[in-house]
């Protein structure tokens, strides 16, 4: 059995002169990833590791919920790969990671992310809104067998507020 948890990136600002992949969060994202990961704590499983795109919107939004769910740093890799939008790379890393990885969690961008809800779970999400989060448990016991499984938990702002 492996578990499986998404977060797309919290909302970011569109207000400064930067290249896509350093855009920075709003207000409103610190204050949703703070949002949702404290409701994600009464949770209380664990994470084996967290992977994030290396873009900063992503990475600010990783780092706010490894700060609050108090994860241990020494398991958290930010992959350039994650930078995706189609889905595609998203899909060959997980299925590229290591089988004693039991509960990933993983902080990217749209599309790829609602895709791969859409394809992989059992519940259909119109569209994953920032900061929403999405739990999978999947019948496998190796990553590269990944095949849909039961999509477990939802938490998006919205409904926190």
Do not use: Q
Not at 21 to 32: A, S, T, V
Not at 61 to 87: M, P, Q, V, W
């Amino acid at each position: 059995m492996k578990k499986l948890t998404l977060v797309r990136h919290a909302k970011s600002s569109w207000e400064y002169d930067v290249i896509d992949h350093e855009r920075p969060l709003k207000k409103r994202g610190y204050n949703d990833a703070d949002l949702v990961s404290n409701r994600l704590k009464r949770e209380n499983f664990k994470i084996n590791l967290v992977m994030s795109s290396d873009a900063v919107r992503a990475k600010t939004t990783a780092e706010i919920f490894i700060r609050n769910l108090d994860i241990d740093k020494n398991i958290i890799k930010f992959n350039h790969e994650l930078y995706d939008f189609s889905g595609e790379s998203l899909i060959e890393v997980i299925k590229n990671c290591d089988d004693s990885v039991d509960s990933l969690m993983i902080f990217g961008h749209n599309h790829a992310i609602t895709a791969f809800v859409n394809t992989y779970g059992d519940k259909y999400i119109v569209n994953v809104p920032t900061t929403g989060l999405v739990v999978f448990k999947f019948d496998i016991e190796k990553w590269s067998d990944l095949k849909p499984g039961e999509t477990v938990l939802t938490i998006f702002p919205k409904d926190l507020k």
